[in-house]
């Protein structure tokens, strides 16, 4: 099956701070979504881009298909971003979400 | 917007009890329902694709009849943990798409179970 890798695992940022985070998928797919789980464990939609670029205020999203990437970047963090964001995509001629294993992402004051 | 509930938010059981958990959705139908483990500080897992009207569809590894899914409407999909055990205590969250197969999937809130 489909191998999905983010990085980094692990992520500090100080309050205000940019970051990137990556995904990187081992074939074609025809969908791939961005997550934030909170602390309670409630997966939140923050992009479905299975490919080009999108923003949402704070948050952009961009999905390169061909070369089998997406980033999701983060600017001027905020503690409330805090929590692991997942990568999950669809395999093409496939319907089921695989995930990646996640970045653990802490935004201190 | 779209909605997948889930019920009950946490659980706790006794060995060798078994346990039900719901997932809806509630403003869309969804012939096709996924069930994911997730153990702490570890990525979600699928376990099967719930199918209405027929039986559902198990990865590799999982056990059809420790883990019983019954799909019997369009917007109710169960997941039945028979005879728990403690190495069964995790988190189990379920997801929908709305209409076509592909598009944006949404999660139910999550069930923690927890078998003492």
């Known amino acids: 099956g489909i191998q999905v890798e983010q990085s980094p695992p692990d992520l500090i940022l100080q309050e205000g701070a940019n970051s990137t985070l990556r995904c990187n998928f081992s074939?074609?797919?025809?969908?791939l979504q961005w997550f934030h789980q909170n602390p309670w464990g409630q997966l939140i939609n923050l992009f479905y881009i299975p490919s080009g670029t999108k923003q949402n205020g704070r948050l952009s999203a961009t999905t390169v298909a061909t070369e089998r990437y997406s980033l999701l970047y983060i600017s001027s963090s905020q503690t409330t971003d805090s929590g692991v964001y997942f990568c999950?995509?669809?395999?093409?001629?496939?319907?089921?979400?695989?995930f990646g294993g996640g970045t653990r992402v802490l935004v201190k004051p | 917007g779209a909605v997948v509930s889930q019920h009950p938010s946490r659980v706790i059981c006794k060995s060798g009890t078994s346990v039900k958990i719901e997932c809806r959705s509630l403003d869309f139908q969804a012939t096709t329902m996924f069930w994911y483990r997730q153990f702490p500080k570890q990525s979600l897992m699928l376990m099967a694709t719930s199918n209405e009207g027929s039986k559902a569809t198990y990865e590799q590894g999982v056990e059809k009849d420790k883990f019983l899914i019954n799909h019997a409407s369009l917007t109710l999909s169960t997941l039945t943990v028979t005879s728990a055990h403690p190495e069964d205590s995790s988190f189990y969250i379920c997801s929908a798409y709305i209409g076509v197969m592909n598009t944006e999937a949404f999660f139910g809130q999550g069930t923690r179970l927890t078998v003492v």
């Open positions: 999950a995509v669809v395999e093409a001629a496939g319907n089921k979400l695989t």
């Open positions: 074939d074609s797919v025809n969908n």
